[in-house]
């Protein structure tokens, strides 16, 4: 009667896994969209700041556990550091790297993107040398939802906080006045701003919340892996921007069916084939998904005015 109860509790166990990996990279996939729903820009540094995240995740944890604080109480912390420090960063990156470039001709930007990536990922690695940084687990607690299913505290924490936010964040966009202002500077920046509208500060406060939604990823990826690095950033954001395409760059809710699509994709093609191409197999997705569908999974095709 259960001779293929062993199958579906490890189909069930790699669904679990991918969810959770679709929903870090749905959060980072999410800045891509964000920023180029308002900008019609790639910020390439995107993967950066998600690292950065992840350090300062890092120091936070090992600061707040040697004062002995309660694991509730560290990931209190820990997370509030972590997006504060980072949306700083964000903010930063747009007023000094992006804003000055906002009329230039659309190479100009995606080269200072570039160049910005590998200033942040050389700082930190001079910052925090180059040797990966490893945390000791401290969320060691796991839940057997049926013999043999089990998920984690780290997991629970992932899929839950993960979901809350991506609802949050889309009441925030289709719900509230910032939300309103976003779209109206998304569809002509210039009305907006003859209407009232303080452009440069919605600009600067997306910058700010895909840095916080990067940062929170970056914790998540500690809090799941143990480890960071400081070229952690670069593989993860082009996935993520992968996953963005995928769903169709600019579509908020495309942004988190991409990053699951391609977590589900990774974790059941390591899980069932091997691990040896997993990397390269969001991106096979990717590229069947353009050729078929140009614009996306959620994207509209582009209509050129006359």
Known sequence: MFEHAPALVYFSQQLLNGLTLGAIYGLIALGYSMVFSILGLIN????EIF???GYIAFLAVTLFLGFGLSPALVLLLTFTAAIIITSGVGFTLERIC??????????????TAIGASIFLQNAVQLWQGSQPKALAQFLTTQYELFP???ISATQLLILGAGGLLLVLFTLLINKTSFGRQQRAVQQDALMAGLLGIHVNRVISATFMLGAA????AGTFVL???GVVDFTMGYLAGMKAFAAAVLGGIGSLPGAIVGGLILGLTETFW????????KHALGFFVLILVL???PQGLFGKPEVEKV
């Open 51 to 53: 690292m950065i995240g």
């Open 44 to 47: 390439f540094a995107h993967g």
């Open 98 to 111: 992006y804003r000055p470039l906002r009329g230039a001709a659309k190479l100009a930007p995606f080269i």
């Open 291 to 293: 050729l078929l569908r």
């Open 223 to 225: 809090l799941y892996y």
């Open 270 to 277: 390591a899980g069932y084939i091997g691990a040896d191409y």
């Open 213 to 216: 939604l990067a940062a929170v």
């Open 148 to 150: 043999g299913l089990v």
